[in-house]
């Protein structure tokens, strides 16, 4: 048997963890490891330099094992793979150690602590890495072909992106028509186009495109399957329609807060800004004085979030109102003008230019509003204000769809506090799930513009687009793996799994059970349950598991 | 059928936006020529210390993005080269780029740094703004993609006044190649995609705010790189005068922004960064007081409203509101900045010992001469002009725009829009794929 030698390389993360941790000293601690044959600090061990240095350790110290004690697996586990494999060795006798997140990060205030916590887990990644074994890729098949669920602005162009080149498209929506919220919308910010048009023009062009299959009044009733083969049935007008899918892309869009019992809210003296838009639309709009009020249900403690786009929604109906008769009086009262960008910041430039009056209220002193006035203290002047008023248009947030919750575990996605969509990362995966293959796009995800749902649905479109363009995808070989000399037959796995990815067959040797790779997430919930002991995690073996606690009760 | 040369997408810039486009065209099995005009790719993102709102350390996120670049099979690399000429249509662009010589073997380089360290002459490096030196060779910065030298012709010896050529002695790999000359590519690629960034807006021309004239204030993305650990500082929050500890920090909102004189409009991420920046200034150390001065708190993307809550309760940030007047210095060079605040009639005067303007974000330098060379319009502001119903179509057919030379965006927004500008660019080349 080949002898194990061991390289361990620490990052010092510049001073994330350089600045808290003893590097130089757990460097030299891990040279006295067993089976550890190099040992190395990095400044960055991500960067050029450092991964050129964990090739060239390989090569030249004839490394069978790599170990890294940085930041975190979730953003760097899959580039020191890579590394590892271009340098000859199989990336899964790679080990990630997490000094960072879980290490130098929370323990700040405690360095020398976090020194010897940081040798612990080192000693356990090194006990566990000898033990790793190579595994083998698994590929499979992508059925090409999208499932878009909502059918508004953004499902509409994600739909119309993916179908343009070639990809089969379902886009199933919950309504009688396409159109989602564009269809209580009048005209859109800022370039004042008819809102109806836009949808007249998306709609036709679904119409005339052959790749893009139209489902309304249509709910998605259940899915499964895994990445690149999905499946599942639509339920429209009592049918059940089965569909199968490679890639899921979510555009369910938000919905707009009622205020019931706030400002003396009624649907006629007193609306929102969507009831405004249908007012005008319908050209029913006969009153002088209005007063708008921004922030109404949100940025407080309940909602505490900014709903992004209603600042430029009553800058756009004031506007339009004062078009239309330039007599009217608009006071809009709001706390902070969320009217971030160019376009935004010119368009209330002219609103104040035109005439529309922007009075500031805090939170703590919200308006008062009774039969004839609104009362609200003005943060500028310093004093009460009395504005008469013939209509309120209150600005409500955007709210998350109320169905979004039950979708969410169909589609085992999460959700946010607010029940809007979470992506797989803040920052660079904004349309990505953490869930392989499903996608997101639009006020689904946050509140967002028509604008913004359009960038965002051409976003998720390119995402999806890439495993429909490859016809296959790679999945982690982590998967239950079963002894077919210990099965039994039992069926307790094919019970508990909850991705239904292991199931009984019959074969040759009797009832056996079978892992379905491609759908297999490695939960490990079949290992721990089979009275067997016939399933085996692959990378993640009883004996590997064994050995870090082993080691971590060892002291050295 | 589609000619196989024309299944090629050139993307501008190489910071995230570019690098983001470029890898999903890639993925998505397009080849992808990236032009970048500096050294390395990485762009702005790469000079940020955190990011809002989950302080995720910005070049950490970035770097391993970088290497997946660089090594994607499909992704071609032009770094330190700028397009000089566009030609042709939509499907069908003959591209001229010019590729500046670095006097250095990119093969034969493998960036260890022993030439800059002898190089003798040390001029301000750009990636810090100046706040510490570099050689005339040198790496822009430690994660640089490619990691590869550069020779800064204007300043280096042997190439100014022909002596010198220690570099060439010191390179063990024999990379110092003097002899190189700027060379000029041809490519032929069916979608264009820009995604060239921003410049911070230069307040120098502010003197109300006494940057350059007052040591103790700097601008925002100057800060990032001082509380940054492989920053000029090490990361120790220090003010410049007398390099001691900053205790009271000053964050001033709209340096250039929504200033007609100026810059009219907004420049979106201020409020965040900001934000974000006294809540680091505060991790450094528990004794720092921060203030920010604003005018509206713009907090619109996901989290950021509770980020705001949150650096309020948990880190005693005061947000003052009111455009600060004027900045003006004592005896002991601490910053005063001079405030009306807009709920109370007097003027307020906050004594602090740095003083941090977020400064506009501008369309990058050049922006008007690539506009000419890709004939595409550009707004009022210098941005690139596109539709707002397609948002990342140019005004001339098969070029698209991304990230914020189009509008400033944050870090979300510039990665879902390179996304989108790769789909548009992908409908063009790849279209009719079944």
Redesign the interface.
């Known amino acids: 048997m080949e002898e194990t030698r061991i390289g361990v390389f620490v990052c010092r ?4 963890i ?2 808290f941790l003893d590097v130089p000293a757990l460097v030299d601690y891990v040279k006295g490891l067993p089976f550890v044959v190099f040992s190395q600090e990095n ?2 061990t ?4 450092g ?2 240095e964990i090739k060239s350790a390989i090569v030249e110290k004839r490394l069978n094992r790599v170990v890294v004690a940085s ?1 975190t697996p979730r ?2 586990e ?2 020191f793979r ?1 590394v590892c494999k271009e340098a000859g060795l199989n990336p899964y006798l790679f080990e990630f150690v997490n000094i960072r997140d879980q290490c130098s990060w929370v323990h700040m205030q405690e360095p020398e602590a976090a020194t010897e916590k940081a040798k612990d887990l080192i000693r356990m990644g090194v006990a566990r890495a000898k033990l790793l074994e190579p595994q083998e890729e698994i590929e499979v098949g992508v059925i ?1 072909s999208a499932l878009v669920i909502g059918g508004g602005i953004a499902g509409m162009t994600c739909a119309l ?1 993916l179908g ?4 089969e498209v379902i886009l199933v929506e919950r309504e009688k028509e396409l159109g989602g919220h564009l269809k209580n919308l009048h005209k ?1 910010f ?2 004042q ?1 008819d809102a109806s048009k ?1 949808i007249e023009r998306k709609r036709m062009d679904i119409a005339k495109n052959r ?1 893009i299959e139209v489902l309304t009044s249509a709910k998605v009733e259940g899915i499964n399957g895994f990445f690149g083969n999905f499946d599942g049935t639509v339920k429209q007008k009592g049918k059940d329609i089965p569909f199968k899918a490679g890639v899921i892309i979510v555009a369910t869009g938000a919905e707009e807060f009622k205020p019931i019992g706030m400002y003396g809210y009624d649907g006629v003296k007193v609306v929102t800004q969507l009831e405004l838009e249908r007012i005008l639309s319908e050209d029913r709009l006969s009153v002088k004085n209005i007063v708008m009020i921004q922030c109404v249900g949100a ?1 407080n403690e309940e909602r ?3 709903s ?1 786009v209603c600042c430029m929604t009553a800058l756009k109906n004031a506007m339009r109102i004062l078009e239309e008769n330039p007599e009217s009086q608009i006071f809009i009262l709001y706390r ?11 368009f209330y ?1 002219k609103a104040r230019e035109k005439g529309v009056i922007f009075v ?1 209220y ?1 939170l703590q002193k919200p308006p008062v509003v009774n039969k004839r006035l609104v009362r609200v203290f003005d ?2 002047l ?1 004093e009460e204000l009395h504005l008469p008023y013939d209509l309120i248009v209150l600005s409500t947030p955007m709210i998350a769809h109320p169905d979004s919750d039950e979708l969410a575990k169909m589609l085992k996605v999460p959700i ?1 506090e607010y029940g ?1 969509f979470l992506e797989a ?7 990505d799930f953490a869930t392989d293959g499903v996608y997101l796009c639009g006020s689904a ?2 509140p967002s513009t ?3 749902s ?10 999806a ?2 495993p ?3 016809r296959h995808v790679i999945t982690e070989p982590i998967i239950a793996a079963v002894d077919e000399e210990k099965c039994i037959g039992c069926g307790l796995c094919e019970i508990i799994c909850p991705f239904k990815s292991i199931r009984i067959e019959e074969s040759p040797n009797g009832r056996i059970a079978n892992t379905i790779v491609a759908s297999c997430k490695g939960c490990g919930v079949c290992g721990a349950a089979c009275p067997q002991k016939a399933i085996t995690m692959n990378h993640f073996t009883d004996e590997q598991m064994l050995a870090e606690v082993v080691a971590l009760t060892t002291e050295r | 059928m589609i000619v196989e040369s024309r299944k090629v997408v050139m993307v501008i810039g190489g910071g ?1 936006a570019g690098i ?1 486009a470029a890898i ?1 065209l890639g ?3 397009i080849k992808v020529h990236l032009i970048e005009k500096t050294p390395s790719i990485g762009g702005r993102m790469a000079q940020l210390d955190k ?1 809002f ?2 302080n ?2 910005s ?3 970035l ?3 970088m ?2 670049c ?2 994607h099979p499909n992704v071609t690399l032009h770094t330190y080269s700028e397009v000089k000429e566009v030609l042709g249509v939509k499907g069908d662009f003959s591209v001229k780029v010019l590729k500046k010589a670095r006097y250095v073997k990119e093969a034969e380089c ?2 260890c740094g022993d030439c800059s360290a002898k190089c003798p002459v040390r001029v301000p490096n750009e990636f810090d703004f100046g706040m510490r030196r570099r050689g005339v060779i040198y790496l822009p910065y ?6 590869v030298m550069t020779i800064d012709r204007d300043n280096c010896l042997y190439l100014t006044k022909g002596v010198c050529k220690i570099c060439e002695k010191v390179c063990t790999r024999e990379a110092i190649d003097f002899e190189q000359k700027d060379t000029e590519i041809d490519l032929n690629v069916g979608a264009i995609v820009v995604a060239t960034g921003f410049d911070p807006f230069d307040p120098t021309g502010l003197s109300e705010y006494g940057y350059k004239r007052y040591k103790n204030v700097i601008t925002a993305l100057e800060y990032e790189r001082l509380v ?3 920053g000029p500082s ?2 120790h929050l220090i003010r410049p005068s007398d390099r001691k500890p900053a205790e009271k920090i000053a964050f001033i909102q709209c340096v250039g922004s ?1 200033d ?1 004189k100026n810059n ?3 420049s ?1 991420v201020c409020c965040m960064h900001s934000t974000k920046e006294a809540v680091l200034a505060k991790e450094h150390d528990s004794n720092v007081q921060s203030y920010v001065f604003y005018m ?11 980020y705001v ?1 949150r650096s309020e309760e948990e880190y005693g940030i005061k947000y003052v ?1 009111g455009r600060v007047a004027k900045i003006t210095e004592d005896l002991e060079r601490n910053p005063i900045i001079w405030c009306e605040e ?4 007097t003027a307020v005067k906050t004594k602090v010992d740095l003083a941090v303007l977020a400064t506009s974000l501008i369309p990058r330098r050049g922006m008007e001469e690539l506009s000419k060379i890709l004939e595409i319009e550009l ?1 009022a ?1 210098g ?1 690139i002009k596109t539709a ?5 179509d140019s005004s001339r057919e098969g070029i698209f725009v991304c990230g914020c030379c189009r ?3 944050d ?3 510039s ?10 660019a ?2 063009i080349v ?5």
């Open positions: 993360c510049g001073t994330n350089g600045g400044m960055y991500c960067s050029e330099t991964l050129t930041c953003t760097h899959p580039l890579s090409p992106s343009d080149r070639g990809f859109l800022p370039i186009e836009l790749n940025r505490n979030y900014c992004k902070d003008m969320q009217t971030y960008g160019t376009f935004n910041e010119d430039r500031k805090s943060e500028f310093g946010d809007f990362h803040v920052k660079l995966k904004p349309l995800h946050w028509v604008s913004e359009i960038a965002q649905a051409y976003g998720a479109a390119s995402r687009s890439i429909l363009s490859r | 995230i983001q999903d993925d998505m099995g990011t709102p989950t995720d350390c070049i950490c996120i770097a391993p993005k290497a997946e660089f090594r493998v960036g430690l994660q640089a993609v490619p990691m940054c650990a492989s090490g990361g929504r007609v009219p409009y907004c979106t509206d708190m713009r907090a619109v993307g996901k989290g950021f409203q509770g809550t509101r807009s709920d109370s009639p707004d502001y941005f707002s119903l397609e948002p990342f509008e400033p965006v870090i979300p927004e990665v879902a829009q390179a996304s989108g500008a790769a789909a548009r992908a409908e790849a279209g009719g794929f079944s």
